[in-house]
């Protein structure tokens, strides 16, 4: 048992990991796991002794086989991102990103959450509703009390009235009529910037067939379309994983991925996976039978 507490103290202390997020991974409450690694655990250790050795042969297997995600490339599409939100916090105008699934805005997002304070993502969902809007932004806000949207609502615009916060809605093409009605009021409310980010459907959902969102689409200042990875910008993540590679195996990424950046992560992983279990070095016909693997045919 000794030698399995200095493993996991080791191996906690070298991924800087906190206590809870190791006991949800071994199924046991914090407190049980500092009682045992203290030495100072009452009941049978048998249990908590499997499913933590069973925890740190995953973790060193993990380590081993797991392809990392790549390190943020500034692309085309993050600087218009960036440049969108930045703009939005400072004039504190309503601004809209639309592109593609996969194309990167989330992971721009969070990038630029880490980069500035003073920033709050909402994250929406085909689950979304006013009601869990309203929660979404309780739980960032700190707030609790009511559970009544309209009460929910006035206790969210005193919290960020002339808060100089910028508020960045993220898969915002999932937000019915009354959500983006909620937008729209705490927008005018509030004097803060806000960043509408979603695929093209959300472009087409604010200016409405019917011109339902009139007056929210009357607010949002610009909308952009982020476009796909460019040649080079491909070439900078691929070269992450190989770096040494040819120019046209750079290419077939390329064209394979059409550009969209969670595709070509994808490939890549299943391409990076097979080099490394075959011994083989990395060429045009080995990305073709990844492929077959991943999420695009």
Known sequence: MLQLQ?????????????????????G?????????????????TKG?????????????AREKE???????????????????????????????????????????????????TGVIIINSNITISPKKLCKLFYEKLGIAGSSHTGDMLDEIILKLKDTDKLVIIDEAEYLPYKALEIIR????????????????????????????????????????????????????????????????VVKEFHNLSEGNTRTLINLIVNTFTLTTRTGH??????IKIAIQGSMKE
């Open 66 to 116: 797991v392809v990392k995600n790549p390190n943020t490339v500034v692309t085309n599409a993050v600087n218009i991102l960036f440049d969108s939100a930045k703009l939005s916090h400072l004039d504190k105008r309503m601004r809209v990103i639309c592109g593609e699934a996969g194309i990167g805005k989330t992971t721009a997002i969070k990038e630029y959450e880490k980069a500035n």
């Open 28 to 44: 046991y409450s914090e407190t049980s796991l500092s009682q045992w690694l203290s030495g100072s655990y009452k009941a049978d």
């Open 281 to 286: 070095k990395i060429n045009k016909t080995m």
């Open 185 to 248: 009021t705490i927008y005018n409310e509030c004097n803060i910037g806000i960043l509408l980010v979603g695929t093209p459907d959300l472009y087409y959902n604010l200016r409405g067939q019917k011109n339902q969102h009139s007056m929210l689409w009357s607010r949002v200042t610009r909308a952009d379309f982020l476009k796909e990875l460019t040649l080079k910008e491909t070439e900078s993540i691929v070269k992450q994983y190989f770096t040494e590679i040819d120019k046209e």
């Open 48 to 60: 908590i002794d499997e499913n933590i050795f069973a925890y740190l042969e995953r973790e060193e």
């Open 6 to 26: 200095e493993r996991l103290k080791s191996h906690i202390k070298l991924n800087n990991l906190r206590h809870n997020e190791v006991s949800k991974a071994i």
